[in-house]
């Protein structure tokens, strides 16, 4: 027995294919299945022959719409929130609705899945040390993009882009860093699924035009030591003094935002 609640099913990123047994018959015995785009969504419906009401919900629809969506599941019925391809919420509508539901005491119930995010991850082929940030969409204005890398640079990024702004948006990363790897991943889980790997030897040369709807770009690198804040020689070398490299590194990388090999190298420089 399925209880009444909000279940957010995972849907597939490209192939029709890859969705789970748990996430077909929770849309199966729902009685509203709330999606970004009808029209997208009947497709995969279609494919599975569920033939559930669906209504078109964003992050615009929230007013209108909460209190319906509560007052049916206080009647005790199963809604389901799906986005045009992946986990819900992961850079897509839903977090308002998600928190006016808690705050009604409404069961909440995620059903795992496909995940661009988890894809890039696996597929980066960074070997190195340093954590995973999910970025999501990047501001479309290019002062921005820059202010929102710059904060995030020393970790390895995963970001979500479109045909539109890529080229922009590995323009922002290149502007911080000379010495970095990006990772195109185009057509997740299709047929022609493809990883692009680009560097300062060749992103100038790459074909943009081709690439086609939603992208994810996964990107490691060293940011440039000048737009990095001034660090206090004097403050770093007493701490490598008294702990070692290091342990200093673990003291200063967030204040500073630095990575790691540029700290080692600037320690070798105040050491001298």
Do not use: W
């Amino acid at each position: 027995m399925l209880e009444a609640g909000l279940y957010l099913v995972a849907t597939p990123i490209g192939n029709l294919d890859d969705i789970t047994l748990r996430a077909l018959n929770i849309l199966k015995n729902s009685y509203l299945i709330l999606c970004e785009n009808t029209l997208n969504s009947k497709k995969l419906l279609n494919k599975y022959e569920i033939k559930i009401k669906l209504d078109k919900y964003t992050d615009h629809d929230f007013e209108r719409k909460k209190e319906k969506i509560l007052n049916l599941i206080q009647s005790n019925n199963i809604i389901s929130l799906i986005s045009d391809s992946g986990s819900p919420l992961i850079s897509d509508p839903g977090n308002q609705l998600i928190n006016f539901l808690l705050k009604n005491d409404v069961k909440i119930i995620s059903i795992p899945g496909p995940s661009a995010l988890i894809a890039g991850i696996q597929l980066s082929g960074f070997l190195n040390r340093k954590n995973f940030t999910f970025l999501g969409f990047l501001p479309k204005k290019h002062d921005q993009k820059i202010n929102v890398l710059k904060d995030q640079l020393h970790n390895n990024l995963i970001i979500y882009t479109t045909k539109d702004q890529i080229r922009k948006d590995i323009l922002a990363v290149t502007k911080l860093s000379n010495n970095y790897e990006i990772v195109i991943l185009k057509e997740l889980t299709k047929i022609h699924e493809n990883r692009i790997m680009l560097n300062s030897d060749n992103f100038e040369k790459f074909d943009y035009d081709n690439l086609k709807g939603e992208l994810v770009l996964c990107v490691t690198a060293e940011i440039n030591t000048q737009l990095l804040q001034d660090i206090d020689k004097n403050e770093a070398l007493e701490l490598i003094e008294a702990v070692g490299i290091k342990k200093a590194y673990q003291v200063v990388k967030t204040k500073y935002k630095i990575s790691r090999n540029a700290f080692y190298k600037l320690a070798m420089e105040i050491k001298k």
